[in-house]
């Protein structure tokens, strides 16, 4: 895997920078309730050197009745103020399941025009295995001005969507499980539809990633990808449970040099809740 500040970085990369002054950690861990696990006791528990906490539950917009939607600049910038996170700062993003939640926090950062970001491969657990050096206590932060302004062109919302199932222009690539995608499997959420929208392909997030939890190498993401049957000389779109597998579609994408994507920020838990859209199941 190539090392890249803007996308991936390995174990051995961040063990190398992890003593550079403008190099800031987050821990942005994050679980379904199914998963019985406690991301902030955890990371008070053990953590890397450093690594600051973010909930992404709590850096959303809270106007909305959707979980974790991005949220407006003004709160992102603050709350990575807060953090002693800014302008200048390389940032590098973990969470505990390997490659689950950090690709969110770094799609964040994209959002809001900071291309400074990149992802742990294979997160803290790869971490942990090679002995790498935790701690458990917060780093002492001191705020630090950020400057943002919102990429929208990189977020979708289900008007959007409806269109594109309508008129075309984009693929839709969902990257929840198989059963979830094809309607077999019940939602994690109460009160959603089963199945997909339409047209969509199923890019399952996992498919993505080696046993190990870091991400294959190009030619096993592109067989990914064109095995769905998304062309990936095509604008895409990239959708999941609630826009947080989605995001690790959207840097895999990164990772190819497809730049024309997009998040569905509300992803199933909009479409799946709104009797209004049409929805499909079985395979596409």
Known sequence: MTDDPQTLVSTEWLGAHLSDPDLRIIDASWYLPQMERDARAEYDLCHIPGARFVDIDDLSDERSELPHMAPPVEKFTSRMRSLGIGDGHQVVVYDGAGLFSAARVWWLFRLMGNNDAAVLDGGFPKWRAENRPVEDTPPVSRERNMTAQRRAHLVKDAAQIAAVVERGGAQIADARAPERFRGEAPEPRPGLRKGHIPGARNVPFATLLN???????????????EGAGIELTKPIVTSCGSGVTAAVLSLALERLGHRDHALYDGSWAEWGMREDLDIETGDT
Request: overall charge neutral; glycine content about 14%.
């Open 211 to 225: 046993p190990d939890g870091t991400m294959k190498n190009e030619s096993g993401l592109r067989a990914a990808f």
